[in-house]
């Protein structure tokens, strides 16, 4: 399994950003061809207090060719494009690998 992870560090509006997130953003991502399941954590915290982040999500897709299929779709372009327009400036996109023991 294949995922691609979205770490956003905390906005300025935090009220705005969870709007656009959940009602604009989220819909649209759920929308791209391949995704397997989608989670989203709210940060609350580091064992040392507070955290520069706000939220993590992970994207799963079967494999690498799927993620990269599904980035290609008109819906992966779509939301490429929405979260460099509300949240360019504090996400952090990576792509892992699951390890199985």
Known sequence: MVKLIAL?????DKEA????????????TKE???LRDMKVTKIVGSPM???EYYLLCEMF???HESLQKGMKTDEGKA???????FAGDI????????LND
């Open 32 to 34: 791209i061809p391949g």
């Open 8 to 12: 956003y560090k905390q906005p300025e």
């Open 61 to 63: 897709y079967d494999d």
């Open 49 to 51: 207090g507070e955290s």
């Open 79 to 85: 939301s490429g494009k929405d979260v460099m327009k």
């Open 91 to 98: 996400v952090t996109l990576m792509i892992g690998e699951e």
């Open 17 to 28: 950003f969870d709007e656009h997130y959940f009602n604009t953003h989220t819909p649209i």
